[in-house]
């Protein structure tokens, strides 16, 4: 090894501070004076030490490569053991990050650029060197190798990067169109590596077309340069053929006129993040039960289908509303998963009817709403609104039960001046709550404007009720019960009336209902029965008999619903100081149905109280003669429609005279009620109804004319 210092003498440190850089050089050159020749000129660069191991043959150079690593080799081609390409080619498979340059003479030219194609950093025709092209070329190599050094680590952690990520990563070369998709990226659609070319149209096609629009619209903002970065959620096909929700990011990258030439990005997997969405969606806008769309994204389609119709009047539509009629008892006689089956099957049946693109969701309990798009006429909406309520008329079959139901329609037809969906929806409700509520009407009805003048004057009827209680303006009429053996008054029924400030005296029928719909006859009901109760104290002391008079109170089914109704009733009974066999409760069938068993135990307690109960207007309900099997009333009133049935026909008579007949075997008393004409009277007597109340003996009276009834106690009484 021959190694020349060039300057001798000087201490380390001085040597240090002239040559703040120290090269180790490997020669690896068989003629000594070529060898001589660059050790000189290299002692001849400045500022740069050399520090040469000089061998001369290819072996030797082997030989010290394996044990360290020279920051540059310059090598001869030609050497006693080697020679040609093939020098360079065991040194650079040895050494592949160490630069090498080639020695070489004119004649082997070509063979050294080849081995520059190869890896060698540089060639240098021995003789044209000279001391600066020689340091100059050796610094090229050196810092050329180290820059590629560099660039090779920095894509080695980048390529580790990307096979460890579990995100695919895409590399798009916008000039060739060419994407390099990393094995991940192919894999997550459940490709091999192989499978999948490097074409644009490899990822595009894969693409949903649904979310192709928006996933192109956000790539050409970015690359117009519009978004800081690429982002887009789309679904893309995998292998089997199903699509999986991906978010794919990216960044382009620009040349100097800011065009983009590169753009590169990642593809994740948020196919589970996409389910919980998906889920709480359905949760938010759909129905548990039945799966159909909720009120929330029935207003939304609406307003979509309001949008369309504003712009292509012949866009029409319209909102058919449906409820199911005297569902609850079916839900409180069967129960409410029955209710709840029920339900289902009502949802398929109709769901069966409806074309693509109508939307049928479920409101609430046994509501349902439909919107017909498309539609030609009226007439076709009035067919579909009898098909409707054919499909519920026939029977169901729920846990082995079969269930007859029917349901009421309301339709609503777009019109321009619906302006929400809320509006169309309410007048749909209308059209079905008048339908409901018309007696023997055809099931459905169509809105129509003077429905929403009549639901005006409701909703005005409502605010005056409410009124009309802080204000006092009920007064209670009587009307007497009579015994028709004896022909002596035996009580009174307390009928209300409301002093109406504009309308003068308003009978029940025309604000009872809203009352209860609307919960004001609980202050009211407990109003007639303060009144009530204080009318009789009154009475049993201006007028004591044996028995003593009674009074028969109507009590509506939201009253008795009230938590505390039984000892409330029995402190008001106690506090007007009465006997509570004195005080009548009417309850009518339909209420006791409609409000359940809860009820029926507060009458039972009620009863063992002392306290009477009458069952009023029976025959009009839907529980009928089977029912008083199962609660023991004491009194039965005969409705008016039926005492008014006789004498016309055979039948009237016999359905009379067999309540009668039934209550005497159930030892109740009986009323018939609703007389008004001798001949019913006479007829009611033959058949041994023990009373009967009516216009033929009086009407409902105010307190006054009462008062002089029972002074005189005369009643036409035959
Ligand atoms: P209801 O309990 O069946 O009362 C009998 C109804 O028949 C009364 O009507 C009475 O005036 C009427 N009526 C009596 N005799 C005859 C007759 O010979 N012919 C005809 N056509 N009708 C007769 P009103 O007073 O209009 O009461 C109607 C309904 O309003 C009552 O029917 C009852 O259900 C309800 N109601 C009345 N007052 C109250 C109350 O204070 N509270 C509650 N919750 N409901 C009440
Ligand atoms: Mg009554
Ligand atoms: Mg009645």
Not at 119 to 146: F, H, M, P, T
Not at 321 to 333: E, G, T, V
Not at 489 to 497: K, N, V
Request: proline share 4%.
């Amino acid at each position: 090894m021959k190694d020349r210092d060039p300057d001798q003498g000087t201490s380390q440190e001085e040597r240090a501070h002239m040559f703040p850089e120290t090269i180790n050089l490997l020669m690896v050159e068989d003629t000594p004076a070529e060898a001589e020749l660059v050790q000189i000129m290299l002692s001849e660069v400045r500022r740069v030490r050399y520090n040469v191991t000089h061998v001369e043959r290819l072996s030797a150079g082997l030989d010290i490569l394996r044990r360290r690593t020279p920051d540059v080799v310059l090598l001869d081609f030609n050497l006693p053991d080697s020679s040609g390409l093939e020098t360079f080619r065991s040194v650079h498979s040895l050494a592949p990050h160490v630069p090498v340059i080639i020695l070489t003479n004119l004649k082997d030219e070509e063979m050294a650029i080849y081995a520059v194609r190869q890896g060698a950093q540089d060639y240098l025709v021995k003789r044209e060197v000279d001391s600066n092209l020689l340091s100059r070329a050796i610094r090229y190599a050196i810092e050329r190798c180290g820059s590629e050094r560099a660039l090779r680590e920095s894509e080695e952690r980048y390529a580790l990067a990307v096979n460890g990520a579990n995100d695919g990563i895409w590399d798009w070369n916008l000039q060739s169109n060419s994407v390099h998709f990393s094995a991940r990226w192919k894999s997550m659609q459940g490709y091999e590596p192989g499978e999948i070319g490097d074409d644009v149209n490899e990822w595009f096609d894969r693409i949903h077309p649904d979310d192709a629009p928006q996933f192109h619209a956000a790539l050409s903002a970015h690359l117009e340069g519009k978004t800081e970065h690429f982002e887009s959620e789309y679904r893309l096909r995998s292998k089997t053929g199903y699509y999986f929700w991906r978010l794919s990011r990216g960044l382009a990258v620009r040349d100097q006129g800011g065009r983009p030439y590169r753009m590169a990005g990642s593809l994740t997997d948020i196919s589970s993040r996409k389910a919980a969405e998906e889920q709480l969606q359905r949760e938010a806008l759909y129905d548990s039960l039945t799966g159909l769309p909720n009120r929330a994204l029935l207003i939304d389609r609406i307003n979509r289908a309001m949008e369309v119709a504003r712009r292509r009047p012949k866009a029409e539509f319209a909102v058919v509303y449906i409820d199911l009629d005297r569902f609850k008892i079916i839900n409180d006689s069967l129960g409410h998963s029955v209710g709840d089956d029920l339900l289902v099957q009502v949802s398929e049946r109709l769901g069966s009817l409806l074309r693509p693109g109508d939307t049928f969701a479920r409101l609430v309990s046994d509501e349902f709403v439909l919107v017909l798009g498309d539609i030609g006429g009226l007439t076709e909406v009035t067919d579909f609104a009898e098909q409707i309520l054919e499909s519920i008329r026939k029977p169901f079959e729920v846990s082995a039960h079969e269930i007859r139901i029917t349901a009421s329609v309301g339709v609503a037809m777009y019109t321009r001046k619906y302006e929400r969906a809320e509006e169309i929806i309410r007048d749909a409700d209308i059209a079905m709550y008048r339908s409901k509520t018309a007696e023997g009407g055809r099931g459905y009805e169509i809105f129509n404007s003077e429905m929403h003048q009549s639901v005006v004057a409701l909703l005005r009827l409502e605010t005056d009720l409410r009124r009309a209680v802080e204000r006092n303006e009920f007064v209670m009429y009587y009307q007497p019960i009579v015994i028709l053996e004896t022909g002596r008054i035996t009580g009174f029924e307390a009928l209300i009336r409301w002093q109406h400030p504009e309308r003068g005296l308003l009978a029940p029928q025309s604000f009872i209902t809203v009352a209860e719909e609307t919960g004001v006859i609980v202050p009211i009901g407990w109003w007639a029965l303060e009144q009530a109760c204080v009318q009789l104290r009154n009475w049993h002391r201006q007028f004591p008999m044996t028995p003593p008079l009674s009074v028969s109170v109507n009590i509506s089914g939201k009253v008795l619903n009230e938590r505390d109704v039984v000892p409330k009733i029995l402190a008001l009974i106690q506090r007007h100081g009465l006997t509570p066999q004195n005080l009548r409760l009417e309850i009518t069938e339909n209420m006791i149905m409609d409000s359940g068993e809860i009820s029926k135990g507060k009458l039972s307690e009620l009863q063992k109280a002392g306290v009477k109960l009458n069952i009023d207007d029976f025959g009009t309900g839907y529980s009928s003669l089977s029912y008083l099997q199962n609660f023991k009333y004491d009194s039965l009133k005969i409705d008016k429609s039926f005492v008014g049935n006789l004498g016309k026909d055979a039948n009237g008579l016999a359905i009379v005279q067999t309540i009668v007949g039934l209550a005497s075997l159930l030892n109740m008393n009986v009323i018939a009620e609703g007389v008004e004409t001798a001949d019913q009277l006479r007829t009611l007597r033959d058949i041994s109804c023990p009373q009967a109340q009516g216009f033929w003996f009086a009407e409902p009276m105010s307190i006054s004319h009462a008062d002089g009834l029972l002074a005189k106690q005369s009643l036409r009484v035959h």
